[in-house]
């Protein structure tokens, strides 16, 4: 079987028409992940074995799919790209892994990841850097690079990822695929390792905005193990997708267009948002004046729930352990030392000191207090408009190395994404050409209003459509 690209759509038509089977697709991909992951690093694991199954009226029965090793799976290695977590074995499935496994989704394997989702190039892994599949050179961005880089090197046909700060957006522009990040609370984080656990979300990786459609119908909804998700009606996201957008209002936020974005990708950005404009979308204006602080918000609030949730990884209840501790104190200190790398390290201290006695108000409380400013400005925007666009990210996918020793300079980037995360408001990337210098993929980033994926799925997909040949 040739590389064909398949999308969960073309697939599915190939099984019907007979021209196809699940198990040989499967195997497909068994041979693509063996022909192409030395190379790009993306699969962690990948003894997952196919599953015979009828194919019936589920729309994923027999599609092979990947998910980011921060998701468990009973019974298997789950290492969130830590060493602190080698051997550690999930003893539950994750909610999203439940419901795909229910629709006849079948896994290949876990992705490759920065440690514990801390990175935004794919660089922090314990178990080595992933490559952009679009040029082996460059990083695929992060912290879900395998599963980025899996769908675009067409290594699986869809893959999971979460999304703290753009962890699945800024990677899908970076390798030219699609990525959606849900309205906080429309898929279950159960069974996912805890980062930051009021900014965390799955969504998927996709190769087309249906099938990202698809999948997200597949995983959301409310689940009674995850408090966080609400007990709303799942709709059918594709029924929409293809529906008219005259008058559509499309606000184009003016603080992402200035000074650090490169010229080639706010050209094809703009490129972008004109093609939304040509097909009856009204484009508008509009600011989001407390953006500017999103970056410096999301850099305490964020590494103070990392400082709570890494805690857990102690040595002693699961995990790395310290076999040389001679004291319960050196038991926390050498297997923590030995166990994590040096992002969450730094994450944690950062975290640690800003919830210390005399800094939480300094710090944590008053970043708590300008993200709800961000969360209004969201209000009222969207009060004038439906979707929000701008680029994904500043530039396009940066050479391996090239912000390692400057951590800073990768932070800035997320700095248009963290504002969703902020705010819990859903948004997508979807491919909008390459650069004109690079020839590397650009994304654009969509948010919508909560709960409104219909809407910025049905944005994306007039864009997609408008840019095909």
């Keep these: 079987m040739e590389n064909t690209g398949y999308t969960i759509v073309s697939a599915r038509e190939a099984f019907a028409s007979g021209n196809l089977t699940p198990e040989r697709l499967f195997e497909h991909y068994q041979r693509r992940i063996g022909e192409r992951n030395e190379e790009l690093n993306a699969f962690r694991v990948t003894d997952f074995v196919y599953v015979q199954r009828e194919l019936d009226s589920s729309v994923l029965t027999g599609i092979p799919y990947a998910l980011k090793d921060n998701m468990l799976v009973a019974g298997t290695v789950a290492t969130g790209g830590s060493r602190i977590l080698e051997h550690y074995i999930s003893a539950y499935d994750s909610t999203v892994y439940a419901k795909l496994n229910a629709g006849g989704a079948q896994l290949l394997g876990k992705t490759n990841m920065d440690e514990f989702a801390m990175g935004s190039s794919g660089e922090n892994s314990a178990y ?13 961005g992060g912290s879900s690079a395998g599963s980025a880089a899996a769908v675009a090197g067409d290594l ?30 429309r898929v279950s984080r159960h069974g996912l390792m805890a980062m930051a656990s009021s900014l965390d979300q799955i969504g998927p990786f996709t190769k087309t905005v249906r099938d990202s459609a698809l999948v997200l ?28 957008i005259t008058g559509l209002r499309i606000g184009v936020l003016a603080e992402h267009f200035g000074e650090g974005l ?47 949730n890494l805690s857990r990884y102690d040595g002693i209840r699961y995990g790395y352990h310290a076999h040389s501790a001679e004291n319960l104190l050196e ?19 950062l975290g640690t000191y800003a919830l210390s006695a005399g800094y939480f108000d300094a710090y944590y409380l008053k970043a708590q207090k ?10 009222r925007a969207f009060e004038k408009v439906d979707v929000i666009a701008g680029p994904t990210t ?8 090239q912000k390692s020793d400057d951590p800073l300079a990768m932070y800035l980037s997320d700095i248009y994404t963290v504002p969703a995360n902020l705010a819990g408001v859903p948004a997508i990337s979807v491919p909008c050409g390459v650069g004109s210098q690079s020839g590397l993929p650009v994304g654009l980033q969509l948010i919508g209003d909560m709960f409104r994926e219909e809407t910025i799925l049905r944005a994306a997909w007039h864009v997609e459509q408008g840019l095909q040949p």
Excluded at 334 to 348: M, T
Excluded at 370 to 379: E, G, T, W, Y
Excluded at 394 to 399: E, G, I, L, S
């Design 128 to 140: 080595g850097i992933v490559r952009n599949p679009c040029d082996i050179t460059r990083v695929p």
């Design 156 to 185: 699986c046909i869809f893959a999971l990822g979460s999304d703290t700060g753009g962890s699945i957006r800024q990677p899908a522009a970076l390798c030219g695929v699609v990525g959606l990040k849900p309205t906080y609370g």
């Design 217 to 244: 119908g597949a995983i959301a909804g409310h689940d009674p193990f995850d408090s966080t998700t609400v007990p709303r009606d799942v709709p059918d996201y594709t029924e929409t997708i293809e529906h008219d």
């Design 262 to 308: 490169a010229p080639e990708v706010k050209e094809r950005v703009e490129e972008a948002i004109a093609i939304l404009k040509k097909r009856g979308a009204i484009i508008t204006p509009i600011s989001l004046p407390h953006s500017a602080y999103a970056l410096a918000v999301y850099y305490i609030v964020q590494p103070c729930e990392v400082s709570a």
């Design 331 to 349: 038991v926390y200190t050498k297997s923590r030392a030995k166990g994590f790398g040096a992002e969450p390290v730094r994450r944690i201290m």
């Design 370 to 379: 300008v993200r709800a400013l961000i969360r209004q400005d969201f209000d």
């Design 394 to 401: 500043p530039t396009v996918a940066f050479k391996i190395g």
